[in-house]
C-alpha cells in the first residue's frame, strides 16, 4: 500500500511545496496562539497541563438516562462533554458523583492554596526585587559601554495577535504572567460571584428538567475552569481527562485519556521467567492510558513516567479472537506484534467508549499501520520524500557534523561499533572541537536528549569493548544516555547475532542510512590514500623534518593583534641508512611570523575548509531570522555563554567612524573558529556584515556580541586585571557576595524563564535555517599552522588483515607501524533522508529502544520510554539539502525478529526487496557489498539473491537480452590472517563460502550458468573489487580497497543503501538486525541504455556514475588518476552498451589485474590455484623491489582502481574450517 506523504518543504520564501493530508486539510490553522514544545516529554510536570494562552472550553453537548445498568441507582444518567482547547478537542463522559467528588476536592484545593497565598506573594515580591535589582545594574553597564545597544530583532504583528494586544499579553508573555493576569482577575473573585454546585442528586430531579441540571453544571464546570489554581490541579485533570503529554507539540491529537487497570506482564516473546510470575502473581496495577496517532501507551500515575508504549502494526487488534480468552464487559485487550495488553475499565461505558475511539484512530491516522505493506515490510512507501547519497565516509560525516549542532530536541544513533573519540571534520585544525564526543556533550548540554544503541559483543570474539564506550558517553553528560544489547545469558540470551544498524536519526525529522559505522578505520575519501604521516615527510636516506609551530610569549600579546611571533620547533629524526630505523634526532628552533602562504600544508587545510560562497545564503537567513522572537536573546536557547578569561574581543572606531575589530586570542587550547553570529545583531545583518566571535571555551558554545561586552565592563564599578596568561574579568566584591545571597532566593526563577512560544512550527523551521546558515559560515583560523596533521591518528590507522584491532579504549596510540605498513582504505556507501520516512527510520529506533528498555531496565526511570513523532505534519526546511538531494519515493526495510525487537514474527523484507528488483531487472544490476555469500539449493546457505541472479542471467540468454551485473566485493575479507599460514582464521572461513558462492561446486552461480548453456558467463555478469597503490618511505606499496558498501542500483531507478551484506546472516531476517532503504526515482533525466535514449532517475544514474567514475579513475580527485587521453576514451553514461561494458569496465579490470600482479606479485590471484602454489608466488621477488622505475613506469598505466576478483584463487584447496581450529566449532551459520 502506498502512504500519500505529509513533508512540506520550506525554501527561502516558505512556500508549501509539497502536497500532503496535513497540507490538504485547510481545516488546520496556519498558527496558533501557543504550544508546548515536544522536549517536556522528557521533563516532570512543572508549567502545567494547558497549552499556555489558550482557552479552554467545556459543553455538555448530551444528557441520557443509562439504560444498560440499574445499578446506578443515584446517578442514572450520563453526561457527555466536549471539551476544546485551540486545536484539540475531544469528549468525555462522566457522571453526577463524578462532578460532586470534584467539587469537594476543588474547594479542599482551593482553601489549602489561600493559605499558601500570603508566602506565595512575598516570595514573588522579593523575586521582582531581585529581579529589578539585576535588570537596573545591568542597564548601568549598558549605559558605560558605548557598544552594547545591540539592535533587537523585530517581528511585524501577525493577523492572529491583535486580540492578544486588546487583551493585555505580550507576545513573549511567559507563563507565569499569563497566570498572573489570571489571577488578579478570578483568584480574588468574591464567592458570590461564582456559581453553586448543585448538591441534589440526579435521582431526586425529573428528567424533563435534566437540560436545566446540565446548564448549571455547565455553568459550574467553566467557572473552575477560569480559576488557574483549579485549572491545574491534578484532580481537575483527571476529571477532563488529560494528562501533561496531551497538548505536547508533535505529538498528535488528543483523542482520548482515562485511567484504567492493567494486568501486570504482557511480553509476547519470552525474556525470562519473571514473565510468568509477574503476569499471574502480581495484582492488577493503576494506569493512565492514552491513544495516539499511531500508538497506544500508559503512563504511571504517580509519578507521570511512560510505562510501555503499544505501537500500532499489522497485528495490532482489539479483543483479538486469536487470544482465545473470555472478554468481560468491563475489560479489553489490545495486542500488537509485542505485546498483549489486558486492560479494565470502571465502568462498562467507559470500555465502549475506549474501544470506539481506538477503532476511530484507527479507521483515521492508524490505517497505513494496519495493512500489509509491500515486500512484507513494517513500513509504507513514502512517495515524496527528499534523499542524499554519500561516498565514502568524509562528505557523510562533515553533514552529519553540521547537522548534529543544528539538533533541537533529540538525538538517536544505532551503531554496531561506536568509537567515541573519531573526528567527524577532518584535518583537525581545529583541535577536538569535531570529535564525536564532544560534538554530542555540546548538544546535550544544551539540553538535547541523546539515545544510542549499541551492539554488545561476545567480548571472546570481539574486542569492540562497547562496555567503554557507553561509560565514557554517558560521563559525559546526564542527557546521554546509553543501552547496549543483547545480553548473552543461558537460555534467554543471543551469542550469535549482532545489531548491525548504523543509524543517525536528529529530532524525528532527518535519518541518516547506510553502512557507515561511527568508529574507527571508517573516514575516507575517493583518494582512498595508504600513507598518513602527518608533517613528516619521509624520503629515502635523508633525515626526516617535523614542524611544530607554537605562539611565542602567549601572555604578552601585542595591543593590536599583529605582528605575532612563532616559535617552530624543528626536529629531525636521523635514519639508518640501511634498515631505515630511526637512531636519533637534533632539535633546532626558528623564529618566523605566520603567512597564509606559509607551505604546502597551510594551503591544503585553507582549500580543505574553504567554504564555497552562496550567494542566496544570507537572503534566505535574514528572511528567517525575521521570523525569529525579539526576545530570543534573553531566552535560555543555548545561545549564550560566558567569556572564558582564554578569549576577549575588543572594538574600537577609527578616525573615519567605521568600526575596526581588534581580535586577541591569549591562551591558545585549539585554533580558533570563528562564527558569524547572525541573531545578535539586526543591522549588521541587514548590511550584509557579520560579527566574528572568538570561541576557545572547552564547551564550544557561542556567545553573543552583548554578552563579550556586558562581561568586560568600564569604569569604577568593573576592572581588569591580567592573572597568569590570561585576563580576567573581575567584578567588585561588594557585590558578589550579596549576589550569591539573593540568587539563593529565587526558587522559581528558571521556571520564569519558560516563554510563551507564539509559533510552533514556523518557528521550529526558522531556527533549523538560522543555525545552518551560521554553521556554513564557520570559519577556521589556520593562520601559522604548517604542514599537515595526521588524517588517521591513533586507532584510525587501520589494516585488518595485517592485524586487527587491540586496546581500542587508548584512541590515539598506535598499533600498526604507519611507516612500514599501508593502512587499508575504506570504501562506503550512506544516505541520508528527511520527513516521513526519517520518521520511520526514527519508529524503528524508537520500538527496538523500547523493546531494550523493557528486556533490561523495565523500572529504571532514568532510560525513559521514548515515543514517535506524529505525521500529520511534517515541515523540511529546504535550506538543509545537498547539492544533490533528489526528491524520490522511499520505503524502510529492515531484517528483524523477537530477539532484536521482541515483535511476534521475522520480517526479511530486505531480502525480498533484493529478489523482487532483481527478477523484474530490465537492462543491468549494480551491486557493492562487503559479503556475497548466497548459494543455489544448498542446506548451508538459505538466501535466495544468487539463485534469482542466475534465473535472470539465463532469461536473458535465452532471449537474446542484453543484460549486465556488476558486482563489486573486497579482495580478502576483512579480517586478520595470514592466507599463507599454517594455522587456521576467520578470513578463511569466509573466503570459503564466498568462492564457494562464485565459481566453485555444484552450488555456485558460475557452474549453474555453465550448465544451463550460457557459454560466455562474463558477457552477463562481472566480478570486480578495487586495489590502489602508493610511495611509503619512498618504497611502492600496495593494498586493497576494502569495499563495505551495502548497494544495489537495479536499471538506474531503483536503489537499495543501508546496512545489509549479501549473505544469511543479514537476509534471512531472524539474525542479524539490519535497516535499508529502498529508494525509487520519480524525476528523471536523460540517457542512454545499451545505445538507445533511456529515462534515467536522478538519484540512482547519479549515484552509479559517481561510483564508477570513482572506480576509474575519472575524478579530480582521483587517486591514481587516470590520464587524460585514457579518460576521454570512457564513457559511464550507458553502462550496458558493448562499447563500456566489455571494452572499457571489463578490460580495465583484467588489464590493472596484470599489472598489479606483475609489479607486486600480489594475492588473492587467478594465478595461484593452491598452497603450494602461493609459497612460490610469494617467494619470488617482485619487480617494485628489484626495478623500481621500470614498476614506476609499468603503474603509470592503471586506469583507476578496479580490478578483477579473483575467483578461481585456491579453487584445488579446501577451506572449509577444520574442528581443531576454533571457527570450526562455532556453527556455520555464523560466517554464512
Known amino acids: 500500500m502506498e502512504a500519500p506523504s505529509s513533508v512540506a518543504v520550506d525554501d527561502a520564501s516558505f512556500d508549501y511545496s509539497a502536497g500532503g493530508d496535513e497540507l490538504a486539510n485547510k481545516s488546520t490553522p496556519r498558527r496558533r496562539r501557543g504550544y508546548i514544545p515536544y522536549s517536556t516529554i522528557y521533563e516532570r510536570q512543572k508549567g502545567g497541563y494547558w497549552v499556555p494562552g489558550l482557552q479552554v472550553e467545556a459543553t455538555i ?29 475531544w469528549r468525555t463522559i462522566k457522571r453526577y458523583k463524578d462532578f460532586s467528588a470534584l467539587s469537594s476536592r476543588l474547594l479542599a484545593h482551593r482553601t489549602a492554596e489561600r493559605i499558601k497565598a500570603p508566602v506565595r506573594r512575598a516570595r514573588n515580591i522579593l523575586e521582582e526585587v531581585i529581579e529589578g535589582n539585576d535588570d537596573a545594574e545591568e542597564e548601568g553597564k549598558g549605559e558605560k559601554s558605548p557598544h552594547s545597544q545591540d539592535n533587537v530583532l523585530v517581528r511585524e504583528l501577525e493577523f492572529d495577535e491583535s486580540d492578544e494586544r486588546e487583551n493585555g499579553l505580550r507576545p513573549d508573555s511567559t507563563w507565569d504572567d499569563l497566570q498572573g493576569e489570571s489571577s488578579k482577575t478570578d483568584e480574588d473573585l468574591p464567592m458570590s460571584s461564582v456559581p453553586y454546585f448543585p448538591m441534589v442528586p440526579d435521582s431526586m430531579i425529573a428528567e424533563e428538567h435534566m437540560e436545566e441540571r446540565s446548564k448549571k453544571l455547565e455553568k459550574w464546570l467553566r467557572s473552575m475552569l477560569k480559576v488557574p489554581v483549579n485549572r491545574e490541579y491534578h484532580e481537575m485533570a483527571e476529571f477532563l481527562d488529560i494528562s501533561r503529554y496531551s497538548f505536547i507539540n508533535e505529538l498528535g491529537g488528543k483523542y482520548k485519556e482515562g485511567k484504567v487497570k492493567k494486568r501486570p506482564g504482557g511480553n509476547k516473546v519470552y525474556i525470562g521467567c519473571k514473565q510468568f510470575c509477574v503476569r499471574w502473581l502480581l495484582p492488577w ?54 505485546h498483549v495488553l489486558d486492560l479494565r475499565c470502571h465502568r462498562e461505558e467507559d470500555t ?60 538517536f544513533i544505532a551503531d554496531w561499533w561506536l568509537s567515541p573519540e573519531i573526528f567527524l571534520r577532518r584535518p583537525m585544525a581545529e583541535g577536538n572541537y569535531w570529535r564525536l564526543d564532544c560534538a554530542l556533550k555540546r548538544r546535550a548540554e544544551k539540553g538535547i536528549r541523546i539515545f544510542i544503541l549499541i551492539y554488545k559483543e561476545m567480548e571472546m570474539a570481539l574486542g569492540l569493548k562497547s562496555l567503554y564506550s557507553k561509560k565514557h558517553l554517558q560521563e559525559l553528560h546526564p542527557n546521554i544516555k546509553v543501552i547496549r544489547h543483547p545480553d548473552h545469558y543461558l537460555g534467554s540470551g543471543t551469542f550469535f547475532w549482532a545489531h548491525h544498524e548504523k543509524l543517525l536519526i536528529i529530532d524525528q525529522l532527518i535519518a541518516f542510512v547506510g553502512g557507515i559505522d561511527f568508529c574507527y578505520g571508517r573516514w575516507d575519501d575517493s583518494q582512498h590514500m595508504l600513507t598518513d604521516l602527518g608533517s613528516v615527510v619521509f624520503e629515502p636516506r635523508s633525515e626526516q623534518n617535523e614542524v611544530e609551530p607554537i605562539p611565542k610569549d602567549s601572555g604578552k600579546v601585542a595591543e593590536d593583534g599583529k605582528n605575532w611571533q612563532q616559535i617552530h620547533r624543528r626536529t629531525e629524526h636521523i635514519i639508518d641508512e640501511e634498515t631505515g630505523h630511526k637512531i636519533g634526532e637534533k632539535r633546532t628552533e626558528t623564529i618566523s611570523k605566520p603567512s597564509a602562504e606559509n607551505g604546502d600544508g597551510a594551503m591544503r587545510l585553507k582549500e580543505a575548509f574553504a567554504t564555497p560562497k552562496q550567494p542566496k545564503l544570507r537572503k534566505v537567513m535574514q528572511r528567517a531570522v525575521d521570523r525569529v522572537r525579539a526576545g530570543r ?20 572606531h577609527s578616525a573615519d567612524g567605521t568600526a575596526e575589530k581588534t581580535e586577541i586570542v591569549v591562551e591558545c587550547g585549539r585554533p580558533m573558529v570563528r562564527f558569524s553570529n547572525f541573531t545578535s545583531n539586526l543591522s549588521a545583518l541587514e548590511e550584509h556584515q557579520t560579527t566574528d566571535i572568538l570561541d576557545t571555551s572547552e564547551g564550544g558554545t557561542t556567545p553573543t556580541t552583548s554578552e563579550t561586552q556586558s562581561k568586560a565592563p568600564s569604569g569604577p564599578k568593573g576592572m581588569t586585571t591580567p592573572t597568569g596568561n590570561a585576563q580576567v574579568m573581575m567584578e567588585p566584591k561588594q557585590n558578589t557576595l550579596i549576589r550569591r545571597a539573593l540568587n539563593n532566593l529565587k526558587p522559581e526563577k528558571a521556571r520564569r524563564r519558560w516563554r ?40 584510525d590507522y587501520v589494516n585488518f588483515v595485517h592485524k586487527d584491532f587491540v586496546d581500542v579504549d587508548l584512541a590515539f596510540n598506535d598499533f600498526i607501524n604507519r611507516y612500514d605498513t599501508p593502512r587499508m582504505p575504506w570504501h562506503d556507501i550512506h544516505s541520508i533522508v528527511y520527513g516521513s520516512a526519517a520518521r520511520d527510520v526514527a519508529r524503528h529506533f524508537i520500538q527496538r529502544w523500547n523493546a531494550a528498555k523493557t528486556e533490561k531496565l523495565k523500572s529504571d526511570n532514568r532510560y525513559p520510554y521514548l515515543l514517535p513523532k506524529s505525521y500529520n505534519s511534517i515541515r523540511v526546511p529546504r535550506v538543509l539539502f ?44 549494480y551491486i557493492e557489498n562487503q559479503f556475497f555469500v548466497s548459494m543455489i539449493n544448498s542446506a548451508d546457505v538459505g538466501n535466495e539473491i544468487c539463485r534469482v541472479l542466475c534465473d535472470r542471467i539465463i532469461r536473458a540468454y535465452r532471449e537474446k537480452e542484453t543484460f549486465r551485473v556488476f558486482v563489486l566485493i573486497p579482495l580478502l575479507p576483512g579480517f586478520e590472517g595470514d592466507i599463507g599460514a599454517t594455522s587456521y582464521s576467520a578470513l578463511l572461513a569466509v573466503l570459503h563460502w564466498t568462492m564457494l558462492s562464485i565459481a566453485k561446486g555444484d552450488h555456485s552461480l558460475i557452474q549453474n550458468l555453465q550448465r544451463a548453456g550460457v557459454e560466455n558467463v562474463q558477457n552477463y555478469i562481472s566480478f570486480c573489487s578495487l586495489r590502489t597503490h602508493s610511495q611509503l618511505y619512498g618504497k611502492s606499496v600496495t593494498e586493497l580497497v576494502y569495499i563495505h558498501s551495502k548497494l544495489m542500483i537495479v536499471d538506474d531507478v531503483h536503489t537499495i543503501i543501508g546496512s545489509a551484506n549479501i549473505n544469511d546472516r543479514s537476509q534471512a531476517g531472524n539474525r542479524d538486525s539490519e535497516v535499508c532503504l529502498l529508494i525509487t526515482d520519480h524525476e528523471f533525466v536523460e540517457g542512454r541504455m545499451n545505445g538507445q535514449p533511456f529515462r534515467a532517475g536522478k538519484f540512482a544514474s547519479s549515484l552509479r556514475m559517481r561510483l564508477m567514475r570513482e572506480h576509474l579513475g575519472l575524478l579530480e580527485q582521483s587517486l591514481p588518476k587516470t590520464s587524460p587521453e585514457r579518460a576521454a576514451e570512457i564513457d559511464v553514461i550507458d553502462p550496458t ?15 590493472n589485474s596484470r599489472i598489479y600482479e606483475e609489479v607486486f606479485r600480489v594475492y588473492p590471484t587467478n594465478l595461484v590455484k593452491s598452497f603450494e602454489e602461493l609459497v612460490s608466488w610469494r617467494a619470488e621477488r617482485t619487480m617494485a623491489e628489484e626495478a623500481p622505475e621500470k614498476a614506476r613506469e609499468r603503474l603509470r598505466q592503471l586506469v583507476g582502481l578496479l580490478v578483477e576478483f579473483p575467483i578461481h584463487f585456491l579453487r584445488h584447496e579446501n577451506l572449509s574450517p577444520t574442528f581443531a581450529s576454533k571457527e570450526g566449532l562455532v556453527p556455520t551459520s555464523v560466517f554464512t
Open 61 to 89: 453537548v448530551h444528557v441520557e438516562r443509562d439504560v444498560s445498568s440499574s445499578y446506578h441507582i443515584l446517578n442514572p444518567f450520563i453526561y457527555t462533554i466536549e471539551l476544546e482547547h485551540g486545536r484539540y478537542k
Open 285 to 338: 496495577s493503576k494506569r493512565w492510558l492514552m491513544v495516539k496517532d499511531t500508538y497506544v501507551a500508559y503512563i504511571n500515575p504517580s509519578d507521570e513516567e511512560i510505562r510501555f508504549v503499544l505501537l500500532f502494526d499489522e497485528q495490532f487488534e482489539i479483543n483479538s479472537p486469536d487470544l482465545a480468552l473470555n472478554f468481560r464487559p468491563k475489560e479489553m485487550v489490545l495486542s500488537n506484534l509485542q
Open 352 to 411: 465502549q467508549d475506549w474501544v470506539d475511539t481506538i477503532k476511530r484512530v484507527l479507521e483515521e491516522t492508524g490505517q497505513i499501520w494496519l495493512h500489509r505493506k509491500r515486500y512484507n515490510s513494517s513500513f509504507p512507501q513514502r512517495l515524496s520524500s527528499y534523499c542524499q547519497w554519500f561516498v565514502d565516509a568524509k562528505d557523510c560525516w562533515e553533514k552529519v557534523a553540521s547537522l548534529i549542532e543544528m539538533a533541537r530536541e533529540e538525538i
Open 633 to 652: 536573546r534573553e531566552s535560555g536557547d543555548g545561545t549564550r555563554d560566558t567569556q572564558t578569561p582564554q578569549q576577549m574581543q575588543r572594538q574600537r
Open 756 to 795: 510563551l512560544a507564539m509559533q510552533p512550527s514556523e518557528e521550529t523551521a526558522d531556527e533549523y535555517i538560522v543555525n545552518y546558515c551560521r554553521l556554513q559560515e564557520t570559519k577556521v583560523d589556520i593562520s601559522g599552522l604548517q604542514g599537515a596533521g595526521k588524517l588517521w591518528p591513533g586507532k
Open 882 to 925: 545537498g547539492d544533490n538531494t533528489q526528491r524520490v519515493e522511499v520505503q524502510v526495510l529492515r531484517s528483524c525478529a523477537h530477539w532484536s525487537s521482541l515483535i511476534d514474527k521475522t520480517e526479511d523484507s530486505i531480502q525480498q526487496a533484493y529478489l523482487s528488483l532483481i527478477a523484474n531487472a530490465r537492462h543491468y544490476v
Open 1137 to 1151: 552498451c558493448p562499447s563500456f561494458y566489455e571494452d572499457q569496465w571489463c578490460q580495465v579490470a583484467a588489464s
